[in-house]
């Protein structure tokens, strides 16, 4: 249940990379929905990804959004600047027992999507694990817990912790938080009252809900839009430039970064 009596959406863009045309439709959505409930929209920069994100991909997002006349209200917001606060975050879940530091590879993992159980180790708390800031941590899931939502556009959602998603990152040893906490603890510091999103999001949904009750926080509803897909039905994705004429505001963006 929408406990925040004013309509509250945001439009998040990575600046990993160039927007697409599927950015751009699931952003006039949120923006379309929050003009619709006379309520309003917000933007916030997700610039965590250290390695990739670039100050020349923030300026063409904000560039594309003007022109496309999707204007946010009030400041932007950039996570970058927040990693402080994601820490304290970090540290209050290392109280609670639920997260752990992981030092486990991509090789050990495997190429399944779920996290191995066998690579799960003992809960512990930041204050007492030595250089914990430059450690990956994981956020330990009830395994077979069931995990509903009801979607805003997609109907009822079910996921299975420990079967449709282990134990994720909640951490990165770059020192810097996972998506899933992020973008968790600033919906919650923005009051966001409706999170929309590409339908790829699904699953971080609901790992995300497990951070929500963790906190003891109430989570916002959720809108997962369809993804837009090239003409051989594959997702465009910021590095689908073999695609790139099946996405117009990605040719825009490339002739501007070529000029």
């Known amino acids: 249940m929408n406990l925040h009596s004013e309509y509250r959406g945001r439009m998040a863009p990575t600046t990993s990379g160039l927007l697409h045309a599927g950015h751009e439709r699931t952003f006039r959505t949120?923006?379309?929905?929050?003009?619709?409930?006379?309520?309003?929209?917000?933007?916030?920069?997700?610039?965590?990804?250290?390695?990739?994100c670039r100050?020349?991909?923030?300026?063409?997002?904000?560039?594309?959004?003007?022109?496309?006349?999707?204007?946010?209200?009030?400041?932007?917001?950039r996570q970058s600047s927040r990693i402080a606060r994601y820490w304290s975050i970090l540290k209050r879940l290392s109280a609670l027992g639920l997260v752990y530091p992981s030092d486990a590879s991509r090789s050990q993992a495997g190429k399944s999507s779920v996290f191995p159980k066998s690579l799960r180790r003992p809960a512990a708390d930041a204050d007492d694990v030595p250089d914990a800031f430059k450690q990956n941590w994981r956020f330990c899931v009830p395994d077979g817990k069931s995990i509903k939502f009801l979607d805003n556009n997609l109907g009822e959602q079910s996921f299975t912790a420990g079967k449709d998603f282990g134990d994720f990152l909640v951490w990165r040893k770059i020192g810097a938080p996972s998506y899933e906490l992020a973008s968790a603890v600033d919906d919650i510091d923005m009051e966001i009252s409706e999170v929309v999103r590409g339908e790829d999001l699904l699953v971080s949904t609901a790992r995300q809900l497990l951070i929500y009750a963790a906190l003891g926080e109430p989570p916002p509803e959720f809108f997962h839009c369809p993804l837009l897909l090239s003409a051989d039905g594959k997702k465009i994705s910021k590095s689908s430039m073999s695609r790139a004429a099946d996405n117009p505001l990605l040719m825009r963006n490339l002739r501007r970064a070529n000029s």
């Open 30 to 52: 949120a923006w379309n929905r929050a003009k619709e409930r006379n309520g309003k929209i917000f933007l916030r920069i997700d610039d965590i990804d250290f390695e990739r």
């Open 55 to 77: 100050p020349e991909y923030e300026s063409a997002a904000i560039c594309d959004l003007i022109s496309a006349g999707l204007v946010w209200d009030g400041e932007i917001a």
